[in-house]
Structure formats: C-alpha cells, structure tokens
C-alpha cells in the first residue's frame, strides 16, 4: 500500500495557506464593511464677524457631542482647538489630527490611529570630567582651555576641569499616521488627515478635514486647483487605502458652478448628499449666519465625499429651530453636516 503522507503533507500545506495566514477574523475583515458615522463643522473660531468664542463655546461642545458621530471634522478652529479637545475628552473623543485651522477627533470606542515606525531623537546635556592623566600644569584656571582633541574645558573649585555638551540618541518609535497641507499657497485654505482603524473590522481609512477657498466668480477656478492638490497630496498619504474627505469646500450642487465636486466626481468620489434619499434639513444652507432665522437656500457647501463602493444611509443639516427662528446661542455662523457611511 503506498503511503498517504504526501496527500496528508499537500493538505496540511493548503490548510496552512488557508486559514494560517488569513485567520477568521482578517476573512471576515476582507468580506465587510466599516458603518461610520462623520461629522463635518466650521467651527468658526476665530474670523471676523463671529463673535466671542466663549460665548459660543458651550453651543459648540453639546452641538457636536449630541450628534454622536464617530468622526468628527472641525475646521477655523485657530486658537480654540486645543480647547475642544479638553471638552470633547470626556465624551470619549481623542483629537487625532491637527493644522491649526483644521482639525479632527475620534470615537476612541470605534477607532484606533494608525501607527508607523518612526526615528525619535531625544536630547540632553551631558557634563564630562577631565581625564585625570592629562597634564593641566600649564593650564591657566581662570580661563577656558582647549585640550589636544579640540574640546574646550571650565575649571571648577567644585568639580575640577568639565565641559558641557549635548548628546543625542536616536529610537524607533510607533507614532500615529497623519499629516497636514496648506493646499492655498499664501492663502488659508489647507487640511488635515489621519489614518484610522475600525476597531470592528480591522480596516483602515484615510479621514481629512478640509477647508477651501472662500469666495465668487474667479474663486472657483482657484477651488478647482486647491482641490486637484489635496487629491494629489492625500492619494500619497493614504498608500492605497480609501479616503474620506470631510470639510467646508465652500463649493456646493445647488450653486451651479460645482467646480470642487467635478474635480472629486473625476477622481472617483461621491458627495454623501447624493448616496442617500434619507435626508433632513436639506432646505437649509450649510452655512446658516447668526440672523434670527437660519439661511434656507438650500446650499450645501459643507460636504463629507465618499470614495467608490461606499455608501450613506442617512445625510442631515443639524440646525435648531424653534418657532421659525434659531436657537440662541447660535454656535457658529455654519451647521454641523451629519452623515452615516457605510465604508468598503
């Protein structure tokens, strides 16, 4: 009888193949999709025209944590950043990403940074002692003395002949992936992003907070360049993974010229607002003012682009109403965008 060990050996390799490099959990991972849910909101922290941010804070703080949102993209947030993560702590978000004028936290619950290997120098000033074998007989104390080797020695009563310098040492350290732009030379346009896991899944995405030019007429032409870099910028940073791209793009459908949506549309992104039927608020502009009534055009210019295969279940303005009339305090002069995705 011929033995069966080769047939068992072929078998044992195929299982190995199978299931020891791609365990049930990476399987199931490869199959499935991530539901994040994404804010978007100009916090307007610091321009002309909004007014005291203390005043507003507090507005800010329970507009965002009532939202409930997973990620949660901030932008104009200049000066107040570092303000709303201390707020935003105890609710469970850690800032993850951060240019100074843009800026975004994280469910710590349902991501996790992404790490890479990265060079940490660290360091600190040392104090040598002279060699007691060197011959300091013609050395005059009160000044400084350069020995053979060029290094220059400070007498002490204390401590005898010493000199300072600063030594530095190099360790590879795990230090979350993320990056920032200024996609405006000169201007005030820029972003920020991070690479984050869903816990659940195990899959990796890359999240910007954005925020473009503002302005009319000629401003769309220099959107449309701004918007073509931070693809470009962004495509690089994301090594191949999805991105999602959150923000004030100061561009909308209802405008007509979209120029910033065309540029997304070519590189194969989808503005949430048109993934779903589930919307609310869609009468209301994203950028609303402070007037007694929020703005109703219907102009979305805050907008969160969903790249191919993903999704969005349910799209919404966050605005407070009562009898017609904003809630006061009104926290920014734009409204949150919420929008639930689902994420290949």
Known sequence: MRSARPALLVLALLTTLTFGLLSPTAAQAAGSTSKVSVLTFNVCGHAAGCGSWTKRENAVVKRIVDAKADVVAVQETWGVLSRLERRLAPYGYAKVADSGNEGMFAKTSKLSPVTVPTTNTSCELVTFFLDPSVDTSMWERRLPQTDDAGNTWYWSSKKGWTRSSEVCTDSIVQAPKVG?????????????????????????????????????????????????????????????????????????????????????????????????????GTKYNTATGYGKKPAAGGSHIDRVMLPRGAAATRWEVLVKVRGGKAVKPVPSDHAPVRVSTVLP
């Open 180 to 280: 920032q732009t200024v996609i405006a030379p000169g201007g005030r346009a820029g972003a920020a992003w991070a690479m984050l896991k869903v816990k659940k899944t195990g899959k990796t995405y890359l999240f910007v907070s954005a925020h473009l030019s503002t302005g009319k007429n000629g401003a769309a032409g220099k959107r449309n360049k701004e918007a073509a870099r931070l693809l470009a910028v962004t495509a690089t940073a994301a090594e191949g993974r999805p991105r999602v791209f959150a923000g004030d793009f100061n561009s909308s459908i209802q405008r007509g010229k979209d120029t910033v949506g065309k540029r997304f549309e070519k590189a194969g992104f989808s503005d949430a607002y048109t993934k779903t039927k589930k919307r609310k």
